[in-house]
C-alpha cells in the first residue's frame, strides 16, 4: 500500500532534475570552450579544446553513473557543483555575466533539489 506510482511528483521531479543535470554538462564544456578561445591563439585553440576534453575525461572516470570509481555520495554532487561554478567563473571571465549567474542559481538549484530527493526518510 505504501508503494510509490511511476508518475508520482518525487519521480517526476528527478526525472526533470536529471534533464537539468545533463543540459548543465553540456553548457559547463561549451563555457570552458568559450572561455577558452577567448583567451587568443595559440593559447586560446589549447586551452578551449584542451580544457573541455581534460574535464569529459574526469567526468567519465570518476563522476559518471557508471564509472569504474565513480565519486561516493554526498561528495559527487559538491564536486559537480565546484566544477559548475568553475564553468560560471569562466563565464564571467569571458563577459558574460548574464550567463554565468544563470548557470551559477540553475547549478545551485539542481544540487539542493538533488540532495533533497536523495533524503533519506
Known amino acids: 500500500m505504501n508503494k510509490r506510482r511511476a508518475d508520482s511528483p518525487s ?3 528527478t526525472g526533470a532534475n536529471m534533464a537539468v543535470g545533463f543540459l548543465l554538462e553540456v553548457a559547463m564544456l561549451a563555457a570552458f570552450c568559450y572561455w577558452g578561445f577567448r583567451l587568443g591563439a595559440p593559447t586560446g585553440y589549447l586551452v578551449g579544446i584542451g580544457l573541455p576534453v581534460v574535464v569529459i575525461v574526469f567526468w567519465g572516470l570518476f563522476m559518471a553513473p557508471r564509472a569504474a570509481r565513480q565519486v561516493p555520495w554526498p561528495a559527487l554532487p559538491l564536486i559537480a557543483l565546484m566544477i ?7 563565464l564571467f571571465a569571458a563577459h558574460l555575466p548574464v550567463l554565468a549567474l544563470l548557470l551559477g542559481v540553475v547549478s545551485i538549484t539542481y ?3 538533488g ?3 536523495n533524503r533519506k526518510t
Not at 559548475?84 to 569562466?90: E, H, M, S
Request: aromatic letters at 18%.
Open 84 to 90: 559548475f561554478l568553475v564553468a560560471a567563473a569562466a
Open 115 to 117: 540532495f533533497y530527493l
Open 111 to 113: 544540487t539542493v533539489l
Open 11 to 13: 519521480t517526476t521531479l
